[in-house]
């Protein structure tokens, strides 16, 4: 039940991250509408871009971690023997879940930091480009704990067979 929630949360991530992809290319569009037809560009686009490509980014990352489709290079960790091969998992699994931990915490510093600082032309505060950065580092943080728990109950699992 655990693992359909997290892939629920995984699969909204990625949902949002399109939609936002989405919005993204429309607003260029309009960008370039405006600027050439028009004769007036609309200057919100391309910092409303920067901050969407932050989330976009993040989103994806999170997502990716669940679905162990991250960057890593696993071909040296999956040629080593069972018990190495089990160790350096978990090793690559509680480094993750670090990370996770670190970009949530510096990300909520940079939340706090950035409350008075305005975005150009949108309106928000520069706080709201620290946000995917908080929101990420805890998904990323709760996608390996979760592969690391599934890694030990499995090996319970494993051990009753």
Known sequence: ??????DGI?????LVAG???VFLIASFGWLV????VLNDTPTWVEQSSLLIVVYITCLGAAAGVRGNAHLS???IRESLPGPLKTTARYVADLFVLIFGGFMAHEGWGLVM???QRAIPMIGLTESWRAVPLVICG???ALFAFAN??????????????
């Open 1 to 6: 039940m655990l693992s359909r929630l997290l």
């Open 10 to 14: 995984a699969s909204l991530c990625l």
């Open 19 to 21: 939609v936002l992809l």
């Open 33 to 36: 509408f405006g600027r050439y």
């Open 73 to 75: 290079i696993d071909f």
């Open 113 to 115: 930091s950035n409350l």
């Open 138 to 140: 805890v998904l990323i």
């Open 148 to 161: 690391i728990l599934a890694r030990i109950l499995d090996l319970h699992h494993q051990e009753d067979a």
